[in-house]
């Protein structure tokens, strides 16, 4: 069994505080207001080894202040969508993975190896949202953080016959 808690920030690119440019029909406004993303991760894992492989369950969650999110919109007047950076106040997302890997499944220097991941990642504040004149009570807040899918999935076929030659096969949801 493994704990950890981790704290990270990262500052927004000179490309989301500077460059305004046009990609395809889309405007990508620039924010130079936007502050760093503040991050505090935890996880805890329990790991159970065999003599050539092993099973891994994690639970994690991680709190983000100023999580910077890009979003797209139409404005009134402007004919084309415009792509615009924002801080998001606070965002959560926690989640379970179920890792394993295997040596020498059914002939020799054949592993398998895979994962699996559910992720519950939610906006909890968002002072900055600015409702549309049709929906003036909407929220964003209690709704899905963008860009994190809710399921990931992976798995790693590696045959190695050789010192000299390792194939693989690799497939994600």
């Given amino acids: 069994m493994t704990g950890s808690v981790g704290r990270a920030v990262r500052f927004p690119t000179v490309g989301e505080l500077y460059s305004t440019i046009q990609v395809g029909a889309i405007f990508q406004s620039a924010n130079p207001n936007l502050k760093p993303e503040d991050v505090t991760s935890s996880e805890l894992s329990a790991e159970y080894m ?25 404005y009134p007047g402007i004919a084309t969508p415009t792509s615009f950076t924002q801080n998001v106040d606070k965002t959560r997302q926690r989640g379970v993975e179920l890792a394993f890997q295997q040596q020498d499944v059914l002939v020799r220097g054949l592993e398998l190896s895979g994962s699996y991941t559910f992720v519950d990642a939610k906006i909890v ?27 990931r999935a992976k798995m790693v076929d590696s045959y190695s016959p050789d010192d000299g030659w390792t194939y693989n096969l690799v497939g994600r949801f």
């Fill in 50 to 74: 065999t003599a050539k492989g092993k099973v891994r369950v994690s639970l994690f969650e991680e709190h983000v202040k100023d999580a910077i999110i890009a979003q797209t919109a139409t």
């Fill in 125 to 151: 504040e968002n002072s900055s949202y600015v409702a549309q004149a049709e929906t003036p009570w909407a929220t964003s807040e209690g709704k899905r953080r963008p860009y994190i899918p809710i399921q």
